[in-house]
């Protein structure tokens, strides 16, 4: 078997993070190579490099050799490497053809679109996959399901010159039927001689497609080995490394006073949703991502309405009309995506952690610098935040940095409730557990935490108790002690009986 | 952890000034030998004094603007509003009589106008640029429009008149301090306390820098708005209070126009971002500072008009470009600093 591609000694840095550390590897012909890692180890940097959205900043990629280390997107499309991208951008007003060849139409004379060769390629190659009838070559982009935009990003892919596709987490979107029907088509590519990447989470697809596994942690290759001489076991050891997880314990603080109590609300994206959380109590979210966790953190914050139901805090009734009225009832809310959503990247950390608390550092408006410096940072240092100074910028802190700065915000502002969306995302496993202990310290000391988290380990650590959302619907409280991985994937899915 | 609070006078002088800043004062020390050694009049009295005068317009605009680019917005409105107030102030001043009605109104005129921008922005949603290229047309038409037949409108008000051409602290050959540079000194200084040293002025900051963010910790963005884009409107109102003085008339457009690209460059040049959440009132000042000794230099070497516009036009460019440049550079010596294994 001779590589397709190529990866020698690739590295990359971003402000604060390493994403990849002299990281090679290789695909031959007809070959599934799979990429395992947890969010954050480096799968998507080294997709990116090797479509060209990135540049590395070092080592070397080859492409049937020809070296496409610094390709453009475009460069890389037409040397032969084709990623199908887990969230694919279609356009909604034009047919289906055209979203495939968006781009790159094929012409007649006088620039004129070719549309009939177009229909007819699609055609062509829905059937020679095994999709046919699945895909309306005239239909719009706007009309088409999850599943059928994916397939028009596989199509895209397919066009002719295509030596390498990567497929990243492909199944995500997609029914076990249709799962059957991808695979059968990457059968077919590996019998074309195609090189295939295939990065996913769900380990079990991983283990019955692929070749071979290169496993990834921190951006450094922990594993490469082939498929047949390893285990489900073997892989997540080589991905979590260190167990921090496992070994972090909490014991249950729960106090009889009830800080949230949710009654019967509904918005847009949910129906009919109650729930309580008790002073030192930590309930946790789980679900799919999609499900409403996100949107329902918000509507409880303020940021988007509700259309009917009740919110109390300490069993006052409260009317919460935007994120300032929400502060004023001592809620707090650490977002998902924190450069988007939580922080100014270009000021100060002293700046940042002091946001939601400026109205008490100041007289008459005007603001005490030495009160600023007496509020926050007690609470830096009591987070062990790494930085020079308080005068830092925060956008040149590293990602657990950046978050823990989140978290002063919050701790600064003193909540009685706090609500943390994917409070560890891209936090590296050091920084992870730091946040566990003080999150636990924090339910200790009385607060009421609502945690919403996609990583199952991490939610079955944390929560005293689990609700699990589907569809905007909430299921009822299940216990720590009842609480496995099987119990909450099933209530996600909706596939188990309910308790 | 903290910085702690140097003594020494220069420290503190260097702290005000801020770091970031020294560049611009290099580069006005640098223009400044330039032209004198070209010309010796520049550093005659008169010419500073002048200086000092022209400054005072484009300033009160750029303290304003200031607030407005921080909070990664923009108005380009401000020197029709300046017109507006001109005519408006001078009508008040010619028929009323009132010196101190006069100011009022032109400042007043300025803060409605102001308040027009951000509800345009905040409640028909349209975005700063275009809401503001909007209103710089309108409100010309309007300053033109209140003006009887179009006509500036004299002012024959010898107290109001030294708010343009008065002068101060003028001992034997020393020409004294122009009133209107007086005016602008007051105005930087508070809006450099407002900035720096307000729960306002930080909201500005940190609504620049990222406005979901800003939101979700409880400032509400609308609001904000309004006091920003009533504060560009007010002191555009002065700026053209004072070129009415000046004039002894009340400008619907001479006077007044192409301040909007003098102000906006300055806060650039000053240091601010394009994308908010960085800029201050000192290093806006600098500028105004810089090109106004560019002006007055352009103007004594007789160097024509219309190279002085193309100049004005490339400056704006190369402001702007300096601020990209600075922060692209910043990303990458922090990506090679993580690289080499910091992780901080």
Redesign the interface.
């Known amino acids: 078997m001779t590589a397709i591609l190529d990866v020698v000694a690739v590295g990359k840095a971003f402000p604060g993070v390493r994403a990849l550390t002299s990281l090679s590897m290789q695909v031959a012909r007809g070959e599934v190579v799979a990429f395992v890692g947890e969010n954050g180890a480096g799968k998507s940097t080294l997709l990116k490099i090797l479509c060209g959205d990135y540049t590395l900043d070092e080592g070397q990629v080859r492409l049937d050799g020809a070296e496409v280390s610094h390709a453009s997107p475009l460069e890389a499309r037409r040397a032969g490497f084709r990623l199908v991208r887990q969230e694919p951008e279609i356009v909604p007003d034009i047919s289906v053809a055209e979203n495939v060849f968006v781009g790159e139409c094929p012409r007649r004379a006088l620039g004129r679109v070719d549309f009939p060769a177009m229909r007819a390629e699609v055609n062509a190659l829905l059937a020679r996959y095994g999709f046919a009838g699945m895909l309306d070559a005239d239909a719009l982009g706007r009309s088409l399901s999850p599943a059928q935009m994916h397939l028009v990003e596989i199509l895209r892919a397919l066009k002719p010159g295509v030596k390498v596709v990567a497929f990243d987490e492909p199944t995500s979107s997609l029914t076990s039927d249709e799962v059957a029907r991808l695979f059968a088509m990457i059968a077919k590519l590996k019998a074309e001689g195609l090189g295939i990447i295939y990065v996913s989470h769900r380990l079990k697809e991983v283990m019955a497609i692929s070749d071979r596994i290169v496993v990834l942690k921190d951006g450094v290759q922990t594993g490469n080995l082939p498929t047949a001489d390893t285990t489900e076991n073997e892989i997540v050891r080589l991905m979590v490394g260190r167990e921090l997880i496992h070994n972090f314990k909490r014991a249950e603080t729960s106090r009889p006073e009830v800080v949230l109590d949710v009654q019967g609300l509904n918005s847009r994206w949910h129906r009919d949703i109650s729930f309580r959380i008790h002073a030192g109590e930590i309930l946790g979210f789980g679900g799919l991502v999609g499900a409403g966790r996100t949107e329902l953190a918000k509507v409880i914050f303020g940021e988007f309405a509700k259309s009917s139901g009740i919110v109390r805090i300490s069993g006052v009734e409260k009317n919460i009309r935007a994120p300032s009225d929400a502060i004023a009832a001592d809620i707090g809310f650490a977002p998902e995506n924190r450069k988007v959503e939580g922080l100014i990247l270009v000021r100060s950390v002293i700046e940042n952690a002091a946001l939601a608390v400026y109205a008490r550092l100041a007289r008459h408006g005007i603001l005490r610098t030495a009160r600023m410096a007496e509020a926050v940072g007690p609470v830096i240092r009591q987070l062990e935040v790494k930085t020079p100074s308080l005068a830092q910028e925060v956008g040149k802190l590293s990602g657990g940095n950046q978050q823990k700065v989140v978290l002063a915000r919050w701790l600064a502002a003193g909540p009685k409730l706090l609500i943390l969306d994917e409070p560890t995302r891209a936090v590296d496993v050091g920084a992870k557990a730091e946040i566990y202990r003080l999150i636990d310290k924090l339910a200790s000391e009385g607060m009421a935490i609502m945690v919403i988290s996609s990583e199952m380990p991490e939610l079955l650590a944390l929560s005293d108790r689990i609700v699990v959302m589907r569809d905007g619907r909430l299921s009822p409280p299940v216990e720590k002690r009842d609480a496995t991985e099987e119990r909450i994937v099933s209530l996600a899915l909706g596939t188990g009986q309910a308790a | ?3 702690t609070p140097a003594a020494d006078p220069i420290h503190r002088l260097l702290r005000f000034v801020g770091a970031e800043n020294l560049s611009l004062i290099i580069a006005l020390i640098l223009l400044v030998v330039l032209i004198a050694t070209q010309t010796e009049f520049f550093f005659s009295s008169r010419n500073l004094f002048n200086i000092g005068q022209n400054m005072a317009v484009v300033g009160l605009i750029a303290v304003g603007m200031t607030l407005v680019i921080v909070s990664a917005g923009l108005d380009i409105s401000v020197g029709s509003i300046a017109g507006c107030a001109s005519v408006v102030c001078a009508l008040m001043v010619s028929h009323a009589g009132s010196v101190a009605g006069g100011i009022g109104a032109g400042v007043a005129i300025g803060l409605v106008l102001g308040l027009i921008n951000a509800v345009i922005i905040n409640y028909l949603r349209v975005n700063a640029v275009v809401a503001t290229l909007a209103t710089f047309s309108a409100f010309r038409g309007v300053a033109f429009l209140i003006a009887p037949e179009g006509r500036p409108v004299g002012v024959l008000n010898e107290t109001f008149a030294l708010l343009g051409s008065g002068r101060f602290l003028d001992f034997g050959s020393f020409p004294g301090i122009p009133v209107a540079f007086a005016i602008l000194v007051g105005v930087a200084l508070a809006g450099h306390f407002v900035m720096s ?4 002025g ?2 500005v ?2 609504m620049g ?2 406005p ?9 963005l609308n609001r904000m708005r309004l006091w920003i884009y009533a504060i560009s409107g007010g002191l555009s109102g002065l700026a053209g209070v004072i070129v009415t003085a000046r004039t002894s008339s009340g400008q619907p457009a001479s006077g007044t126009q192409g301040l909007e690209l003098e102000a906006i460059t300055a806060v650039f040049l000053g240091g601010a ?1 394009l ?1 908010g ?2 800029g201050t009132v000192v290093g806006t000042m600098l500028a105004v500072l810089l090109l106004a000794v560019l002006s007055n230099g352009m103007n004594l070497l007789g160097i024509p008009t219309f190279y002085q516009l193309v100049a004005k036009g490339l400056l704006l460019v190369l402001a702007v470009a300096i601020g990209q440049w600075r922060m692209a550079a910043a ?1 990458t010596r ?3 600093l ?2 080499a294994g910091g ?2």
């Open positions: 952890m903290t910085a040293a307000t729960v306002f930080r909201q900051y940190s820098g990222n979901a963010a800003a939101r979700l910790a409880g400032i509400n971002l994308a959440g960085k990303e922090q990506a090679r993580t690289a992780n901080l």
